[in-house]
C-alpha cells in the first residue's frame, strides 16, 4: 500500500447551499474516486449545478465540507489542475473561437495544442468565427475545449452534451472516455439517462437538494428491480396471482392488455405467471423478463411529473 494514499478527485459532506430562502442543495454527500466518471442525474433545479459550481470553487458553501484533489475548493493552487465546462458555453460574445482557446491555453503551463484541439473537435472551420454567431452545439463544444485545453487532472462538465446533435455527443463520449483511459478524473451532470449509463462508474441521483439513490449504473438497475411482462387479455383479475407470487411483488395492468410483474424476478416467477395464465385459461404474449432501466429507477424517484 502506497505510504500516502490519494485523497479523492472530489469528496462532498454534508454539503448546504442557500440562496436566500431557497434550500437549494440540503445535506448532499458523494465521493468521486480519482480516474473514475460520476454522474449527477436529477431533475431541473435539483440542485445538481449549484453542487458543481461549489466544487468547482465558484459559489461557498453554507454547511458541510467539500474537498477537491484534497484542497479547498477555493485554493488558487487547485486552478491550473481543474478544467471548468459550465453549463450554456460561458464565452465572450465577441471573441473568436481560436483567440478564445489560445487565451485559455496560454494560462496552462503545459497546455495541449490549441489547432489540434480545435480539429478534434470538429471546430477547425469555425476558428475565426465569434463565439456568438456559433451554433449552440458549437459553442458547448468549444468550452469543453477550454475544460480540457490545460491538460487537467479533474474536469468538471455541467450537462456538457445539451443541445447537440447525435454526432456531437457521440464526439464527446468518446473524448471523455478517453480522459478517463488517460486517468481523468470527470464529475459530469446530465439528464440523459443513456449518457449516465455509457460514461459514469457512478451515479448519484438527487433530488431536491438531497441524494435519493448512489451507486453504479449497474447497482441501481439490480436484479431486484426486474420487470416481467406479458400481453393477454384485456381486464383480468389479478387477486389470485399476487396471492400466489412472493410477497412483496408489485403486478399490475400497465397498459391495456399489458400487463407487469415487478421485483426480484426467479425462474420461479416466471413458472407461476404462466401457471397462472393456463388457470385463466390465456395465452401470456411477447412474455420478456429485462432489467429496470436507469430512467425507470431515475422516475420512480423523482416522480413523474414536470418540475417547474
Ligand atoms: N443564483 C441563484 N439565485 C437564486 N436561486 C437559485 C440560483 N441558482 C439556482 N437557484 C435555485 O436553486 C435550486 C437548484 O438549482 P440548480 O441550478 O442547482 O439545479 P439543477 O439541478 O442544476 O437544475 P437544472 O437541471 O435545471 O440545471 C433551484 O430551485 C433554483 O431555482
Redesign the pocket.
Known amino acids: 500500500m502506497s505510504p500516502h494514499p490519494q485523497p479523492p478527485a472530489v469528496e462532498v459532506s454534508g454539503l448546504v447551499k442557500r440562496?436566500?430562502s431557497?434550500v437549494?442543495?440540503n445535506g448532499l454527500d458523494l465521493t468521486l474516486p480519482r480516474g473514475d466518471v460520476l454522474a449527477l442525474l436529477?431533475?431541473?433545479?435539483?440542485?445538481?449545478?449549484?453542487?458543481v459550481e461549489v466544487c468547482e470553487g465558484f459559489r461557498q458553501a453554507d454547511g458541510g465540507t467539500v474537498r477537491v484533489l484534497g484542497l479547498d475548493p477555493r485554493s488558487p493552487a487547485l486552478r491550473p489542475r481543474i478544467g471548468v465546462m459550465p453549463?450554456g458555453g460561458g464565452g465572450y460574445p465577441g471573441v473568436r473561437a481560436e483567440e478564445m482557446l489560445r487565451l485559455v491555453a496560454a494560462c496552462a503551463a503545459n497546455p495541449l495544442d490549441p489547432a489540434w484541439l480545435l480539429d478534434v473537435l470538429g471546430l477547425n472551420n469555425v476558428g475565426r468565427t465569434p463565439y456568438k454567431r456559433l451554433s449552440g452545439g458549437q459553442q458547448q463544444r468549444l468550452s469543453l475545449a477550454c475544460a480540457l485545453v490545460g491538460r487537467p487532472e479533474l474536469v468538471f462538465l455541467d450537462?456538457p452534451t445539451a443541445g447537440m446533435d447525435p454526432q456531437a455527443r457521440r464526439l464527446v463520449w468518446e473524448l471523455v472516455t478517453a480522459l478517463k483511459a488517460d486517468g481523468v478524473s470527470v464529475l459530469l451532470?446530465t439528464?440523459l439517462m443513456d449518457e449516465a449509463e455509457a460514461l459514469a462508474d457512478h451515479v448519484v441521483i438527487?433530488d431536491r437538494?438531497q441524494v435519493v439513490a448512489a451507486g453504479t449504473p449497474q447497482e441501481l438497475t439490480a436484479l431486484e428491480d426486474q420487470q416481467l411482462r406479458f400481453r393477454a387479455r384485456p381486464g383480468l383479475d389479478l387477486t389470485l396471482l399476487i396471492g400466489a407470487l412472493p410477497e412483496g411483488m408489485k403486478v399490475r395492468e400497465a397498459s391495456r392488455g399489458g400487463y407487469l410483474v415487478q421485483g426480484r424476478i426467479d425462474p420461479q416467477v416466471v413458472s407461476t405467471v404462466t401457471s397462472w395464465c393456463a388457470q385463466q385459461g390465456v395465452l401470456a404474449e411477447e412474455l420478456t423478463v429485462a432489467k429496470r432501466s436507469l430512467e425507470d429507477v431515475f422516475l420512480d424517484l423523482t416522480g413523474r411529473e414536470l418540475r417547474s
Not at 436529477?42 to 453542487?51: F, H, I, L, Q, V
Open positions: 440562496y436566500g431557497t437549494a442543495v436529477g431533475p431541473n433545479g435539483a440542485g445538481k449545478t449549484t453542487t453549463q450537462e451532470t439528464h438527487v437538494g
